[in-house]
């Protein structure tokens, strides 16, 4: 499937809002995405993305026909990780399990190598999230291993994977 890797604009507010609003997503993310979609996280969301200098992180739409379907993003560790970077993507249910993922796995990846002086970039996981696992072993990441009982989230424990790619494995 056709998509591109946008810088992330207001334009995409409702775009983001329709994509996000699902209990599934919200469910199985490891941010704080509110469900029901709530509109000045979606305001808060975008603009901390357009306001992001891309010193120590991309931040991208996944655009598909002019509409934003999902993002991904990879920041930057600091400190003693600081040869190390985080990646994070979700996508809207209609695009999920196809394939779709792991191509924005591998391209985000691959710009993020090529601008940053990192030597890793991580990817974290619920262990039911079996798309996601899927789509991070697609696009060429490694389970490293499980952070058992980890994640409390809407009133469950869960245990976390750990996942990661290095520079010379892109």
């Known amino acids: 499937m056709e998509f591109q ?3 992330w604009e207001l334009i995409y507010l409702d775009d983001f809002m329709k994509a ?3 209990p599934e997503l919200a469910g199985n993310i490891c941010e704080n995405l509110p469900y029901p979609m709530d509109a000045a996280f979606a305001v808060e969301y975008i603009r901390e993305r357009l306001l992001n200098s891309e010193e120590k992180q991309i931040c991208r739409a996944v655009i598909v026909d002019g509409h934003a379907v999902g993002g991904a993003d990879v920041i930057l560790g600091s400190g ?3 040869k190390s970077a985080e990646l994070s993507v979700w996508l809207s249910k209609k695009y999920r399990g196809r ?3 792991s ?3 591998k391209r985000i990846c691959k710009e993020a190598f090529e601008k940053f002086d990192i030597v890793r970039i991580s990817a974290h996981t619920f262990s039911t999230h079996k798309v996601m696992e899927s789509a991070l072993e697609s696009a060429g990441f490694r389970h490293e291993g499980t952070m058992r009982k980890a994640v409390f989230k809407n009133g469950k424990i869960y245990d976390y994977e750990v996942y ?3 520079r010379e494995e892109i």
């Open 80 to 82: 003693d990780f600081e």
């Open 20 to 22: 996000t609003d699902d």
């Open 103 to 105: 191509d924005v796995i």
């Open 164 to 166: 990661s790619m290095l």
């Open 99 to 101: 394939s779709i993922g």
């Open 5 to 7: 890797l946008k810088k």
